[in-house]
């Protein structure tokens, strides 16, 4: 077996020992089935799915008042199913544009609610966020959205707002990469495919009293309400998603749960930076406070050279690193799947990289 280092942006690099604990059990999970094979309500399976949700309020503290919901559609359909559950009887909601992600949210509620852009990070060309004693915030909103990382950008929040009351956060690229103090949300999501588990399934966190207001004309699949009193079992769910996403949190908790996990991104990320920063062939643009953890745009001195640091980096077993085309360059993705090795295998082949072509 020969595996590599993966540094795509999601779908991403899973942990080994989650796909070979995976493996080990794929034709015999339960009574001589596989997991894909049992019924969402078997007894088995309610278990998994009651275990899945104990150490996800394990890993992040979720308060009681707050409901765990594991939906399927990625993070997109929530772009939809937020206005629908949350607007009730109001008509504004705010959004903070902080790149691509804030914009197809943006995109999607403009369909369903008047949308106020209270800031945006145009103006830096989406290499910062917008300071909160900026933000614009309409008196009527039913919420205000957020993007806590910008997975093309590589932008990330270090801190959050307080005093709003319905804060929206979409987690997506940084969910569970360190400990979020969740009362300070209404709701948070995030879809499985970078530091959760397979696409397909995503996670929503939803304080009581945002319940009940969904408008008649929410897809019940995504009627937060519904599926909270179903236990997210309204229909079929992504029954293998589901169970590769418990792997992946018994594998968190193993590790020590979200501040080990903190540590050791905080450590990748600062390592990629310093080498970055460090060099006159490499750049990040971000502004350094908000630079992401997860996430790490970068450019080479020239841009000729893009392709020959691919190509070269493939054999050395470093996969995926070739950068959105809106930004151009690189991209690390070092999600929690990341080893410390990865990134510090990827630095000592970016000064090599250098060294011959700089
Ligand atoms: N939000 C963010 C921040 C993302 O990075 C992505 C996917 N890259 C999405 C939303 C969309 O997620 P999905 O593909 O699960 O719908």
């Known amino acids: 077996m020969s595996r590599t280092y993966n540094f795509s942006a ?46 996800l309020r394990l890993l992040l503290h979720i308060p009681a008042n707050y409901k765990v919901l594991f939906l399927p559609g990625g993070a ?16 504004h909601v705010d959004y903070i544009d902080t790149g691509v992600w804030s914009q197809k949210a943006i995109g ?47 932008v990330e929040y270090q801190g959050f707002p307080t005093g709003i009351e319905n804060l929206v956060a979409d987690m997506s690229s940084t969910f569970l990469s360190r400990p979020v103090d969740v009362a300070k949300f209404g709701l ?29 004309l929410t897809p019940v699949i995504t009627n937060y309400t519904v599926q909270a009193q179903e236990h997210s079992l309204y229909n079929t769910p992504p029954t293998f998603n589901w169970y590769m996403l418990n792997l992946v949190l018994e594998w968190l ?5 979200l501040v080990s996990m903190a540590a050791i991104n905080q450590r990748k990320a600062t390592e990629l930076y310093n080498a970055i920063d460090g060099s006159s062939f490499y750049k990040n643009p971000v502004v350094k406070k908000y630079r992401s953890w997860m996430n790490i745009p970068f450019t080479l001195a020239q841009e000729n050279l893009d392709s020959l640091f691919l190509t070269e980096a493939e054999k050395v077993g470093l996969m995926n690193l070739k950068g959105h085309r809106i930004v151009g360059g690189m991209r690390a ?20 990289f250098e060294r011959r072509h700089g």
């Open 188 to 216: 948070l999501y995030a879809g499985a495919q970078k530091n959760m588990g397979p696409a397909g399934i995503a996670v929503v966190i939803v304080r009581d009293d945002l319940l009940n207001k969904a408008s008649p």
């Open 253 to 257: 908790v193993e590790q020590g749960g």
């Open 108 to 154: 999607e509620a403009k369909h369903y609610a008047t949308v106020n852009v209270a800031a945006s990070a145009k103006d830096s060309n989406y290499t910062s966020v917008p300071e909160f004693e900026e933000w614009q915030l309409s008196k009527d909103a039913a919420y205000v959205h957020i993007t806590p990382n910008e997975t093309i950008q590589g």
């Open 10 to 55: 999601g779908p991403s690099m899973m942990p080994l020992a989650v796909l070979k604990r995976a493996q080990q059990e794929l034709l015999d999970w339960n009574d001589g089935m596989s997991v894909m094979e049992v019924s969402h309500r078997s007894n088995a399976f309610l278990a998994l799915i009651a275990g899945c949700e104990e150490k």
């Open 333 to 352: 993705s070092i999600y929690n799947a990341m080893p410390e090795e990865g990134v510090r295998t990827l630095i000592a082949f970016m000064q090599d």
């Open 76 to 91: 997109t359909l929530q772009f939809a199913g937020i206005p629908l559950n949350l607007l009730g009887d109001k008509k």
